[in-house]
Each structure stands twice: as C-alpha cells, then as structure tokens.
C-alpha cells in the first residue's frame, strides 16, 4: 500500500513517493524511502513488499557493476528496466514471486525515460506512471496536468500534487511525500561547462 509515479521530460526524469509504510491496516513506518538511486543517471521507485524490492535492487546494482564493467561501457536505462524486471521475474519462475511493482526511471543518450516493471518481468515504457494502491487517484493527476513540455521543476510539481492527491483519499500512502530528479546528460554536460 503505497503511492509512487514518475515522469518523463525533456530535461530528466522525476519519481515522487509517499513515506508510509503499512502493515495491513498498522501503520509500520512514517519515514520509509520508497525511491532508490542506483546511481547518477538511474533511480527505482518501489510499491508493495520493500524486502523484496531492497533485494532486487541490492541485486541489480552488481549486476549493472558487472555487466558494465565487462563490456566497458554502462546499461542503457532499458537494459537496466529489462536487467531489473528479469529479476523479478526469477522469482515468480522460481515459485517464490517478489511481491514488487518498480518504476524504474533514468537518463541516458536516449534522454529521459521512465519504465513500469512488476513480477512478471514485463516492461512498458511510459510518459508517466503511477504504482500502488493510491495510483487510481495519482493517475487521475498526471492525465489532467502531464504534457511533453514540462520543465523538470514543473514535473517535480505535478509529482507532488498527484501524490498529495492519493494521500487524501488512500489510507495506505502518507507522512510526507519524496522527490527525485535525475537532470538528462546533455543538461549535466551543459553545467560542467560552466564550471
């Protein structure tokens, strides 16, 4: 039970998360980080079971460390989605299923993207997205204020009032709400140089 979404603009990517923690109807944490960044250009936003998630990105980093290190160059945002959503999909070929649906967001020569990616192992690539219990209302936020020109700051915004609006309404999100912004490569590149 929780509240997560992302957001794909020209200039990056935002994930926005709730804080609350719920164990059925206890609430278990008011302070729980719902959004991981893997590293400067990639980030995983996490509904449902957060052991399972902690492991399937405790996992995926190595992996993406490996993989890159090997070939010398570092996963596209995609391969890291597919890397991610084919670990989650060990688990339910396994019989022992990882209770988790990911958005899995990041900034890479392609620019922003941002992909949904759950237990079965699929991966849609998406403008925007929401996950969890409160995302039928976040949902209803994003279609009414999302377009493709949107600045970074302006997603941040829309991020928040979409997951604002499910905490009115969704006793499993709440106590506060956490953004992310990952800038895209060319807008980091223009900022070194102005160093």
Known sequence: MTTIVGLRTKYGVILGSDRRASKGFFIGSKITQKI???DDTLAVAV????????????????????????RGFPL????????????AYSGLKN???YFVELIVAGVDSEGGQVFVADMSGAITGEEFAASGSGSPVAYGVLEN???????????????????????????????????????SIIQV????KVK
Request: aromatic share 2%; hydrophobic share 40%.
């Open 189 to 192: 590149q223009q900022k070194e």
């Open 95 to 97: 019989y022992q299923p």
């Open 145 to 183: 204020l999302y377009h493709n020109e949107m600045t970074n700051d302006q997603a941040k915004q829309v991020a928040e009032k979409a997951v604002s609006a499910a905490m009115e309404r969704d006793p499993g999100s709440g106590n506060g709400i956490d953004v992310l912004i990952i800038p």
């Open 47 to 70: 509904a449902g079971q957060l052991s399972d998630a902690e492991h399937i990105i405790k996992v995926a980093k190595a992996e993406r460390k490996l993989i890159e290190l090997r």
């Open 36 to 38: 991981t960044q893997i």
């Open 76 to 87: 596209t945002v995609k391969e890291s989605a597919r890397l991610i959503a084919n670990l």
